[in-house]
């Protein structure tokens, strides 16, 4: 069976190491030491001036829009992983939809103003695969607008955009450390933010509001890592650069062999140091999709399509059309891609894939 992603499992005895150390320590949530070694130590390696680690990659969208986006409207991405409208939908927001680049795949950045109305308080954006949107557009807009940016920034572990981590963009960027993503503590995830002011709001909401012991900021959830997350996290760390380039000879490799007429791939926005994370290609029709899909399961591989539906047609929203990502949604597939998919199955998959086109 190939899936189409696989978690990097690190050595066990590296695990039960941190595991000890908990052991020891007799702790195991409410900011630990394995917590704040594991912050302070992406601190270092993403180069970013904050870090605060959560429990999965949903509750700091949640707490960013419940500060930022105040109930208004939010104008967001169709083209995602569910999680970023219903968060939106969640927090009592209401989603505006502006439709996607048909290459980047990230919001139209175009067509973001006409989407404004006096009832915007936000901008929730996807640097889809780790594919950043237009930052520095979405940011001068937000600034005539006086609107709040925040971007699920799920993918981006390891990204860098014109020299910085791409995590250092928006009000706030919000990351995913679950399974099956590219650095995972199984379920976790994290918030960034430049603003010291702002960074403290969300640091105090993701632990009830606390101010001390008896004190209270204001109104708060708990979304805290806990030390066997964190443990995780220690564990697998060390091996990100051996992951990513694993990744990059699977995606090189793809690239060589899938140059084809009858697909295309995403493009990745200029002065990017991609992360490698999905291999989208996107088919001439849904039909071609569908048979190189059934292709590939027969041989027990495991595409998926994402992402499929296309947000703005979820049912609990009010729909608007949205031609360009409700088209690529129908024709995108993902292919198998992670640290140690070898060279015979890629061949079958891109044989396969040849053979339906
Ligand atoms: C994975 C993902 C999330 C949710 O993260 P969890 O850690 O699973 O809660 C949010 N947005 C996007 C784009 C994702 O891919």
Same mark, same amino acid.
């Given at each position: ?23 020891? /320590?007799?702790?195991?949530? /409410? ?18 001036? /904050? ?170 959830? /708990? ?135």
């Amino acid at each position: 069976m190939v899936p189409v992603t696989k978690t990097f499992f690190p050595p066990l005895n590296k695990y039960t190491d941190h595991l000890k150390r908990i052991w020891k /320590n007799e702790w195991l949530t /409410n900011r630990g030491e394995l917590v704040i070694e594991l912050e302070t130590k992406l601190k270092s390696y993403l180069n970013v001036p /904050n870090v605060t680690l959560t429990t999965n990659g949903t509750l700091p969208l949640q707490i960013a829009l419940k500060i930022l986006a105040n109930g208004g409207e939010v104008i967001t991405t169709p083209f995602s992983y569910v999680a970023t409208t219903s968060a939106i939908v969640w927090e009592n927001c209401t989603p505006v939809f502006v439709d996607i680049h048909p290459e980047y795949l990230t919001i139209d950045e175009t067509k973001i103003e006409a989407a404004i109305t006096s009832k915007t308080t936000a901008i929730l954006a996807t640097h889809v695969f780790g594919n950043p949107c237009n930052v520095d557009m979405i940011e001068k807009i937000a600034l005539k607008y006086n609107l709040k940016v925040i971007y699920d920034a799920a993918h981006c572990f390891g990204v860098r955009y014109q020299d910085k981590s791409l995590f250092n963009y928006g009000d706030v960027s919000t990351c995913s450390f679950h399974a099956t993503k590219i650095f995972h503590t199984a379920e976790g995830g994290s918030f960034f933010s430049n603003s010291d002011d702002l960074n403290k709001k969300l640091y105090y909401s993701h632990n009830f509001g606390h101010n001390g012991p008896e004190n209270f900021h204001g109104v708060g959830i /708990n979304a805290k890592m806990s030390e066997v997350q964190a443990a995780m996290g220690l564990s697998v760390l060390p091996y990100m650069a051996k992951i990513f380039s694993d990744r990059k000879s699977v995606v090189d490799f793809y690239n060589e062999n899938l140059d084809n007429a009858k697909i295309r791939k995403m493009k990745i926005r200029h002065n990017t140091e991609w992360n490698y994370s999905y291999y989208p290609i996107i088919f001439n029709s849904e039909e071609a999709l569908l048979k190189v899909q059934e292709s590939l399961n027969e041989a027990k591989i495991f595409p998926r399509r994402y992402f499929y539906p296309s947000l703005n047609t979820l049912t609990y929203i009010d729909q608007k059309i949205m031609p360009v990502s409700e088209e690529i949604s129908s024709r995108i597939l993902c292919l198998p891609l992670f640290h140690d998919l070898d060279v015979i199955n890629q061949n079958k998959i891109i044989k396969i894939i040849k053979h339906n086109l």
